[in-house]
């Protein structure tokens, strides 16, 4: 199984300030067809997760352009420019490359 | 407007069957793979199953294959969890995903 692997954030981040997160896949996830196979999802607290971030770097329908992701095919990073209150909550990469679909253990962002 | 609306969880005793549902609206159900996936309390996201938009493949995590079924009735859109032989460490809330639109989960807890 491929392992997905993310980083800590220093919590807590001041408002206004950018955060990135990190995600580390145990194999390339970049395909023939030139995507990458990774997603990134926020999770806030109570709620469903939420699509952020699809082929490592497009962004979802209505998601603002404040997140955007990056890498190359093992390690990512989805930055997160002035964050506010509403980006609380926990991310996720996750690969989609081959069954089974895998997830990393989540990354808190807590605001100051 | 999409919609995913999940049904059927709640307490189960070990060993026992439940099935779950995920009602759809707002798009072409049809046209679409949908997933199962899982979140034990307090812990991360963890993909259960996958089926391809005409329900031809199906796609399982090794701990649940053998005692899970997927499917899906496109006439009803409505996405389906067959789940036997239940232990412990199925309890979960389980989501019905487009990927990019969630439901909002439904609790399984499997206890004596």
């Known amino acids: 199984d491929i392992v997905m692997t993310q980083g800590a954030l220093p919590n807590p981040v001041p408002s206004g300030e950018s955060a990135s997160i990190t995600c580390q896949s145990s194999?390339?996830?970049?395909?023939?067809?030139?995507?990458?196979?990774l997603n990134w999802y926020l999770q806030r607290p109570g709620q469903s997760p939420q699509l952020l971030i699809y082929?490592?770097?497009t962004r979802a329908s209505g998601v603002s352009d404040r997140f955007s992701g990056s890498g190359s095919g093992t390690d990512f990073t989805l930055k997160i420019s002035s964050v506010e209150a509403e980006d609380v909550g926990v991310y996720y990469c996750q690969q989609f490359l081959e069954y089974p679909w895998t997830f990393g253990g989540g990354t808190k962002l807590e605001l100051k | 407007e999409v919609q995913l609306v999940e049904s059927g969880g709640g307490l189960v005793q070990p060993g026992r069957s439940m099935k779950l549902s995920c009602a759809a609206s707002?798009?072409?159900?049809?046209?679409?793979?949908m997933a199962w996936v899982r979140q034990a309390p307090t812990k991360g996201l963890e993909w259960v199953a996958t089926i391809s938009y005409d329900g031809s493949s199906t796609y399982y995590r090794d701990s649940v294959k053998g005692r899970f079924t997927i499917s899906r009735d496109n006439a009803k859109s409505t996405l389906y969890l067959q789940m036997n032989s239940l232990r412990s460490e199925d309890t979960a809330t389980y989501y019905c995903?487009?990927?990019?639109?969630w439901g909002q989960g439904v609790m399984v807890t499997v206890s004596s």
């Open positions: 194999k390339s996830l970049l395909h023939s067809n030139g995507k990458t196979y």
């Open positions: 082929w490592m770097s």
């Open positions: 707002g798009f072409t159900f049809s046209n679409y793979g």
């Open positions: 995903t487009r990927v990019d639109y």
